[in-house]
Antibody
Framework: EVQLLESGGGLVQPGGSLRLSCAAS????????MSWVRQAPGKGLEWVSA????????YYADSVMGRFTISRDNSNNTLYLQMNSLRDEDTAVYYC???????????WGQGTLVTVSS | QTVVTQEPSLTVSPGGTVTLTCASS?????????PNWFQQKPGQAPRALIY???KKHSWTPARFSGSLLGGKAALTLSGVQPEDEAEYYC?????????FGGGTKLTVL
């Protein structure tokens, strides 16, 4: 059974940093690309970032380019999102999700809440 | 700034059929955008329904189908059930960037 467990969310001040983790199990982690998707309170879904199975290719939405860094540790089956220079508008539930290919986002975690506020 | 547009809300009767659409500000949606569809119920994580325009996941109920319709991606629900009341999101691929639509709130009434 595929399981994705996000952690690392919390309250942070504007301009601060936070690192999210997504622990994966139940599948061969290193052959799946992975994505981060966020959802601001009461709003829709927003794709944030993606990374290839090897970690050699990374992709970002314009809204986070230069501030967020996606990475993965295939030896520990864990996906990360390093978030720097956080803004109020980054407040959201952050989900990690598996990507079988560019065609397909399939399994989702339950999300972790990030609140950016002074 | 690429915008993906969905109907904000739709209402359907139980047992009826409804089609949700997904349009791109860049022009006609084709199979090369690999449309995905997701269902989200309040307080839950999204659940994948359709990928690559019309392909179903192993858990996708048979009443859900995906297609291209009039230059848009489309999700059709046939024989709607009360439990289908939810928010539905489409996702399009723009070559290393993915963009979600704003979502359609489907009410079953």
């Amino acid at each position: 059974e595929v399981q994705l467990l996000e952690s690392g969310g919390g309250l942070v001040q504007p301009g601060g940093s936070l690192r999210l983790s997504c622990a994966a199990s139940g599948f061969t982690f290193n052959i799946y690309a992975m994505s981060w998707v966020r959802q601001a309170p009461g709003k829709g879904l927003e794709w944030v970032s993606a990374i290839s199975g090897s970690g050699g290719s990374t992709y970002y939405a314009d809204s986070v380019m230069g501030r967020f860094t996606i990475s993965r540790d295939n030896s520990n089956n864990t996906l990360y999102l390093q978030m720097n220079s956080l803004r109020d508008e980054d407040t959201a539930v952050y989900y990690c999700a598996t990507m079988t290919s560019v065609e397909e986002i399939d399994y989702w975690g339950q999300g972790t809440l990030v609140t950016v506020s002074s | 700034q690429t915008v993906v547009t969905q109907e904000p809300s739709l209402t359907v009767s139980p047992g009826g059929t409804v089609t949700l659409t997904c349009a791109s500000s860049t022009g006609a949606v084709t199979s090369g955008y690999y449309p995905n569809w997701f269902q989200q119920k309040p307080g839950q994580a999204p659940r994948a329904l359709i990928y690559s325009t019309s392909k179903k996941h192993s858990w996708t109920p048979a009443r859900f189908s995906g297609s291209l319709l009039g230059g848009k991606a489309a999700l059709t629900l046939s024989g709607v059930q009360p439990e289908d009341e939810a928010e539905y999101y489409c996702l399009l691929y723009y070559g290393a960037v993915w963009v979600f639509g704003g979502g359609t709130k489907l009410t079953v009434l």
